[in-house]
T-cell receptor, first 110, second 114 residues
Framework: GENVEQHPSTLSVQEGDSAVIKCTYS??????FPWYKQELGKRPQLIID?????GEKKDQRIAVTLNKTAKHFSLHITETQPEDSAVYFC?????????FGAGTRLTVKP | EPEVTQTPSHQVTQMGQEVILRCVPI?????FYWYRQILGQKVEFLVS????????KSEIFDDQFSVERPDGSNFTLKIRSTKLEDSAMYFC????????????FGPGTRLTVL
């Protein structure tokens, strides 16, 4: 089955800096890659997603890139703010089974 | 804005007991999912459900687990004989057109097995 690896497990940045989180996946049949943000005690919430026919997608301060050949995808957050502090999960979807990475705890220091 | 709802928010049970976790997906969604998250760990896929049958299931979803859509609105997860290691947050999710589109998560049910 699909295996998603995510790095780093923790990331601390100064407010205003950029943050990058990287994921790899194993199943070449996966074709949808969402990113979720989870605040403490809350449900995961989708922040951005990308499909396998697209190499990059941007939404304001958030961007995602996908390299299908290398089976890599990354989340980029620019101009980080304290409210960006949360756990971020990448995921990969083949059919109807979404497999998550282990999560990155992002801390943005004011 | 419509949301996925789950009940109860917290369930405490004794080892070996059966539990049923309930979810009400968003009304026009056709695909339903259960995930679990052990405290401090990643979200793990359990099962997806479409057209009144299981679409995909993970290695976690063994014979102790079952899902059902008993009526037009509810979607349930049953654990037949709970174990200590079943203690986790269980999230229900739904989507309009399958796993390759946004899944909307419910607030979760925290299951504690004593």
């Amino acid at each position: 089955g699909e295996n998603v690896e995510q790095h780093p497990s923790t990331l601390s940045v100064q407010e205003g800096d950029s943050a990058v989180i990287k994921c790899t996946y194993s199943d070449s049949a996966s074709n949808y890659f969402p990113w979720y943000k989870q605040e403490l005690g809350k449900r995961p919430q989708l922040i951005i997603d990308i499909r396998s026919n697209v190499g990059e997608k941007k939404d304001q301060r958030i961007a995602v890139t996908l390299n299908k050949t290398a089976k890599h995808f990354s989340l980029h957050i620019t101009e980080t703010q304290p409210e960006d502090s949360a756990v971020y999960f990448c995921a990969a979807v083949g059919n109807n089974d979404m497999r998550f990475g282990a999560g990155t705890r992002l801390t943005v220091k004011p | 804005e419509p949301e996925v709802t789950q009940t109860p928010s917290h369930q405490v049970t004794q080892m070996g007991q059966e539990v049923i976790l309930r979810c009400v997906p968003i009304s026009n969604h056709l695909y339903f999912y259960w995930y679990r998250q052990i405290l401090g760990q990643k979200v793990e896929f359990l099962v997806s459900f479409y057209n009144n049958e299981i679409s995909e299931k993970s290695e976690i979803f063994d014979d102790q687990f079952s899902v059902e859509r008993p009526d037009g609105s509810n979607f349930t997860l049953k654990i037949r004989s709970t174990k200590l290691e079943d203690s986790a947050m269980y999230f229900c999710a739904s989507s309009t057109t399958g796993g390759r589109y946004e899944q909307f998560f419910g607030p979760g049910t925290r299951l504690t097995v004593l």
